[in-house]
């Protein structure tokens, strides 16, 4: 730890701080406000359902195409240039989407888009956890909480413009600007130099002993621990997108929930998620990463289980405010451990672990859905309490309450 940690967060921690927070809520908001617009596009462009699922699935497969590229090019350009630039063509790949004409283009923009959603994903949370070793305590489940203020904030701007009968081209034209025009005036403000700063984890590899012997050891450790927060990860993104996914239609067609109510589901679970953010910071310094995962992993895996094993629409709309409460700090922890793992290239850990758990954002809806079909929705939903006990089980590799 520098004497700047020891004399807490300087001028200049402060303002980037607040800089790679609004790199945050771009990236929330930029696609958020696409969202909306899915239904009137499908309509436009005269597609089924087969055909509008398939160009869909263009988002995270550019992502998943791309992902791999974020540590290189964080290590050559730096973490806030790659995430200001990735913003820039995020938003231009939203724009594409919403003015295409066809099946193919509108497809070919939503994988642009998202690879470059994923790219800034990386960035922002490497320059994040920069600002966070300057801080010398947790600072990133307050940046995760900001994604998810502009999450919102992008959803009730495509609200707005649809109600105001804007064209898709003049409202994603607005909000491209005016995100891009936030990153840019952000970027003035984040940390110089490079993303390449000692960890405390690398300082701790120069204990004595045969040095072949303790880099074995450690490649050992860095290998379960990657796969350990990959798994962390991926729970939480499961979690996730039982809720975008499946909750509104679970309480529907399952529980026979209105309208209104079925969508309050996901709506719980968001609002859970980032309550459970905001404060996620406090309670790690407190507790310690290891004790609130598993606490959140206890909360959700009870939470859920409780709701399908006893099934009712409060209990259900309960279940899912739990899991999106227990799975708010699982993704930023795998982030931040995977970004100190000693022995792997700057940005390398947290671009692997961002990578991979994307890969249960695309691999989730089919095996919930094959599920459902061979059973019932209840059934696929025990994914979720199921994410909850394998987080217990593996949140060992977290570290503990500082002492």
């Keep these: 730890m520098t004497v700047d940690v020891l004399r807490g967060p300087t001028r200049a921690d402060r ?72 913003t820039l063509l995020t938003g231009a790949g939203v ?55 502009g999450a919102v904030t992008g959803g009730a701007m495509a609200a707005g413009a649809i109600a105001l009968d804007l064209s898709r081209g003049q409202h994603l034209l607005l909000s491209g600007v005016l995100f891009g025009i936030a990153a840019c005036v952000a970027l003035r403000y984040c940390l110089p130099g490079p993303d390449t700063e000692p960890t405390a984890r690398d300082e701790d590899t120069t204990d004595r002993g045969p040095r072949q012997e303790r880099n074995a050891t450690a490649s050992r450790r860095t290998g379960y621990v990657l796969a350990a927060l990959v798994l962390i990860a991926t729970a939480g993104t ?59 992993g206890l909360v959700a895996m009870a939470g859920m289980g409780l709701a399908l094993a006893v099934p009712t629409v409060p209990g259900t709309i309960l279940g899912f405010a739990a899991a999106g409460f227990g799975v708010a700090t699982l993704v930023p922890a795998a982030m931040h451990e995977a970004d100190e793992l000693p022995g792997l290239k700057a940005g390398s850990g947290l671009t692997i672990v961002s990578w991979l758990m994307r890969l249960g954002f695309l691999l989730s809806p089919p095996v919930v859905g094959l599920v459902a079909d061979a059973t019932s929705l209840r059934a696929g939903l025990l994914v979720v309490p199921l994410a909850g006990l394998l987080v217990i089980l593996v949140a060992g590799v977290l570290r503990p309450r500082r002492r």
């Design 15 to 86: 303002q980037a701080r607040a800089a790679v927070a609004v790199l945050f809520l771009t990236n929330g908001a930029l696609f958020a406000n696409l969202l909306p617009r899915y239904p009137q596009i499908k309509a436009d462009l005269g597609i089924g359902n087969a055909a509008y699922g398939l160009a869909v699935a263009a988002f995270p497969t550019g992502a998943i195409a791309a992902g791999l590229a974020a540590g290189v090019l964080v290590r050559r350009l730096g973490s806030a240039r790659v995430a200001v630039a990735g």
């Design 95 to 149: 724009l594409a989407a919403g003015l295409a004409d066809s099946v193919a283009v509108f497809a070919a923009a939503l994988f642009l888009a998202g690879a470059m959603d994923a790219i800034t994903d990386v960035a922002q949370n490497a320059h994040g956890l920069r600002v966070q070793r300057r801080y010398g305590r947790s600072v990133i489940n307050s940046l995760h909480a900001i994604w998810s203020v």
């Design 238 to 296: 499961l979690v996730e997108d039982a809720g975008n996914s499946w909750a509104t239609l679970y309480l529907s067609d399952s529980l026979h929930a209105s309208v209104t109510l079925a969508a309050c589901g996901f709506i719980a679970l968001v609002g859970a998620q980032f309550v459970g953010r905001l404060i996620g910071d406090r309670l790690v310094d407190r507790f310690g990463q290891r004790q609130v995962a598993r606490a959140g």
